[in-house]
């Protein structure tokens, strides 16, 4: 079994900056894909960002240009750097990993950002 287990969530103001990050551990192999996802109250859980074991990332729109994925192959952790914050990024962010060769997903138990106006 993996677990992924997420740190770096919190409440910042409207502007500020939060680092999340994601940590992998036990029956590993092979880590391909990494993302965050994100679900508001009453709404779907949505794509935030992925990254590919070759270091290609996919951003959702609305955070383009402001969140930046990346990646440590060594440590099987994934990280979201997320700058110029606003209220509608608030939600509980969930981790994302595709393991080994069959690709099983795991999800991380979330953390919450809460950013104020």
Same mark, same amino acid.
């Given at each position: +079994?993996? +677990?992924?287990?997420?740190?770096?969530?919190?409440?910042?103001?409207?502007?500020?900056?939060?680092?999340?990050?994601?940590?992998?551990? #036990?029956?590993?192999?092979?880590?391909?894909?990494?993302?965050?996802?994100?679900? $508001?109250?009453? *709404?779907?859980?949505?794509?935030? $960002?992925?990254?590919?074991?070759?270091?290609?990332?996919?951003?959702?729109?609305?955070?383009? #240009?402001?969140?930046?994925?990346?990646?440590?192959?060594? *440590?099987?952790?994934?990280?979201? +750097?997320?700058?110029?914050?606003?209220?509608?990024?608030? $939600?509980?962010?969930?981790?994302? $990993?595709?393991?080994?060769?069959?690709?099983?997903?795991?999800? #991380?138990?979330?953390?919450?950002?809460?950013?104020?106006?």
């Amino acid at each position: +079994q993996v +677990q992924l287990v997420e740190s770096g969530g919190g409440l910042v103001q409207a502007g500020g900056s939060l680092r999340l990050s994601c940590a992998a551990s #036990g029956s590993i192999s092979s880590i391909n894909a990494m993302g965050w996802y994100r679900q $508001a109250p009453g *709404k779907q859980r949505e794509l935030v $960002a992925t990254i590919t074991s070759g270091g290609s990332t996919n951003y959702a729109d609305s955070v383009k #240009g402001r969140f930046t994925i990346s990646r440590d192959n060594a *440590k099987n952790t994934v990280y979201l +750097q997320m700058n110029s914050l606003k209220p509608e990024d608030t $939600a509980v962010y969930y981790c994302n $990993a595709g393991v080994d060769d069959r690709n099983y997903n795991y999800w #991380g138990q979330g953390t919450q950002i809460t950013v104020s106006s």
